[in-house]
């Protein structure tokens, strides 16, 4: 029993002094060994009691654990809903951007063009407001004009209604064209015929669309986009100022037709004075022109 006690199962006394004692040892032998069977269930179950109790207690960490995760999951879920809308007002801001960017391109581009117009009008106006010979004069209108307008070509055509002819001054541009002043027939020149016949400018932006007119020009080039306005002597025109073709291959504008209107308004003043070479008081208006050559 004190063996017992102090948990020694292993230890089966047998009494054989009587039959009744032997008995008794046998019984009491038997309640020990399912008193240590019953022990060490005990102890088991306890054992999976506690890893039960481990795994319930993991399972619940587990679970707080996956509740965070699924906040947190929120949580992102929701900032990249706000990053998807910051990044669609942030293109949409740079979409606003490049738009404010090509205004203000074309608003530099329309005021440089404005710029090198307004030059150029000062340019000629200073020129007729000094004693310049009409030659260097009209060089310099071709010239400050083609610069402006990015033109190829440029020249003034003087028409004598009498002798049907055209006289071609200051004609400036490609190397090949030639450079003394020449005299062609007046029909060799439809453009600038037509401008003086109808006594206002043309503005041909494309020669495919006027087949009336013939595209190669008896000055040795093909024409693509003209202007032609006229120069007036009081209530006469008696010539034309022309730019022909640009050299970025684009068409000649509304805009490029006033400038060079105006152009050819202050280049009629020089011409109408009395002491122009080309309308002596004494001489016709349609007859004198031929004396640029002098000038």
Not at 7 to 31: C, D, I, V
Not at 129 to 151: C, D, I, N
Request: aromatic share 4%.
């Amino acid at each position: 029993m004190q063996r017992l006690e102090q948990g020694e199962f292993a230890h089966t006394p047998t009494f054989t002094s009587s039959k009744e004692m032997n008995l008794l040892s046998r019984h009491y032998n038997r309640m020990v060994k399912r008193l240590h069977l019953l022990i060490d269930n005990a102890v088991k179950n306890e054992g999976e009691l506690v890893r039960a109790q481990e795994k319930l207690e993991h399972h619940h960490e587990t679970q707080i654990m996956n509740e965070q995760l699924e906040q947190q999951l929120r949580e992102i879920e929701a900032l990249n809903r706000s990053l998807v809308d910051r990044i669609e007002e942030i293109e949409e801001a740079n979409y606003k951007i490049a738009d404010l960017a090509g205004e203000l391109e074309d608003k530099n581009s329309t005021l440089e063009r404005a710029v090198a117009r307004l030059s150029t009008l000062h340019k000629v106006g200073l020129a007729i407001g000094s004693t310049m010979e009409l030659g260097p004069l009209f060089h310099l209108v071709v010239r400050s004009t083609m610069e402006t307008l990015q033109a190829r070509i440029g020249f003034i055509a003087l028409h004598d209604t009498e002798t049907q002819t055209i006289s071609i001054s200051t004609l400036l541009g490609e190397q090949k064209l030639p450079m003394e002043e020449f005299t062609v027939p007046a029909d060799a020149c439809e453009v600038s015929s037509w401008v003086v016949a109808h006594r206002r400018p043309l503005l041909i932006s494309n020669m495919a669309d006027y087949p009336h007119f013939i595209a190669q020009s008896p000055l040795g080039f093909e024409k693509k986009t003209v202007i032609s306005v006229p120069l007036r002597v009081k209530e006469e025109v008696i010539g034309t100022i022309n730019v022909i073709n640009r050299w970025d291959n684009t068409s000649f504008s509304n805009e490029d037709l006033e400038l060079l209107t105006t152009i050819a308004g202050q280049a009629s003043k020089p011409i109408s004075a009395p002491s122009s070479p080309l309308f002596p008081p004494s001489r016709p208006a349609t007859a004198t022109h031929a004396a640029t050559r002098n000038a």
